[in-house]
């Protein structure tokens, strides 16, 4: 048998097989199956999750649990990130790539979130509605700064968890004093008012705006569908559009916003939605270094 010299001129299946003579005769490893990684293999619901594919040169196309993938190219192979949903009401999530290998599954595994009561001023339990409204705008312009994460990576390296012991984890479920419940999508880190608020990636300022239960916030878009929020700020020290490295001050701890004092709450989004930061900070995210010329 010839073996053509071009793989991307052969049809998925017949690559199968001849990577399957490769194997048996010995043959170079152009043929080689790509592999599928995932990490972590069982999550619980709002649990980041990284995908792996190694050993292929195409962008790889695929979905999680139906929702498209977006890969972008890593040290090795490809990967692309996901969030596990938080109303999932499956106890799987299916991982496949087009003519790729097998699909893979994640288990998801369910989870009792903490529930706690706060109390706060009454206009913030209770917004009044002009601030209903503001708070429309506000929510519609982080999800906005979402979309500016598209793209490939800004960073190379690990992210970078803030400092700060844990004051309230992702997912908690909390009761106003007006009654009304609402799920806590960040991660809270106890740190003196003032304390500098520095970036957890290197990236690009999306957005930079006065919200009213979030306070002064922060959003850098990271690419490869990744942002990371900074809520509270006593102030902020940067600009939409600015570019930042891992460490850049961003802005000042404070308790602007709906709060009962200075803490930094970390807030991270990827394709899918808002993700526990302490999952997502866990993850082997391993871009590729892009070429010193497409460096901004
Ligand atoms: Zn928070």
């Known amino acids: ?28 490893s152009a043929y080689a199956e790509p592999t599928l990684v995932v990490t972590p293999t069982s999550v619980h619901p709002g649990d980041a999750v990284v995908v792996s594919v190694i050993g292929t040169a195409a962008l790889p196309h695929g979905k999680a649990g139906g929702v498209p993938l977006h890969f972008f190219a890593a040290k090795r192979g490809f990967q692309a990130v996901f969030a ?70 800004q960073f190379v390296h690990p992210f970078r968890r803030p400092p700060g012991g844990v004051t309230s984890t992702f997912g908690e479920w909390r ?17 003196p008012e003032g304390a500098k608020v520095l970036a957890i990636n290197s990236g690009t300022v999306a957005l930079v705006r ?18 990371s929020m900074y809520f509270h700020l006593a102030r902020s020290l940067v600009a939409e559009g600015d570019v930042v490295t891992q460490g850049t001050p961003l802005g000042l701890v404070g308790h602007t ?40």
């Open 175 to 191: 009761t106003f004093n007006d009654g009304h419940r609402s799920q806590h999508l960040g991660l809270d880190l106890g740190e």
């Open 257 to 296: 916003g709906r709060t009962t004092g200075p803490h930094l709450h970390l807030g991270v989004h990827v394709a899918g939605g808002m993700v526990d930061p302490a999952t997502f900070l866990e993850l082997p995210l391993a871009p590729a270094t892009p070429p010193a010329t497409a460096r901004r």
């Open 84 to 153: 596990t949903p938080l109303e999932i009401n499956e106890d799987h999530i299916l991982v496949e790539v087009t003519d790729g290998p097998a699909p893979l599954s994640v288990a998801v595994v369910a989870k009792r979130l903490p529930e706690s009561s706060v109390v706060v001023e009454d206009e913030l339990a209770n917004p009044p509605k002009a601030d209903r409204e503001r708070i429309d705008l506000d929510n519609g312009a982080i999800g906005a700064a979402y979309a500016k994460a598209d793209g490939a990576p």
């Open 210 to 227: 006065t919200t009213v239960l979030a306070g002064n916030v922060v959003v850098v878009a990271h690419g490869g569908g990744i942002t």
């Open 1 to 28: 048998m010839r073996l053509s010299p071009d793989a991307r001129d052969v049809h998925p299946v017949m690559k199968r097989f001849l990577a399957a003579c490769g194997l048996m005769f010995g043959v170079s």
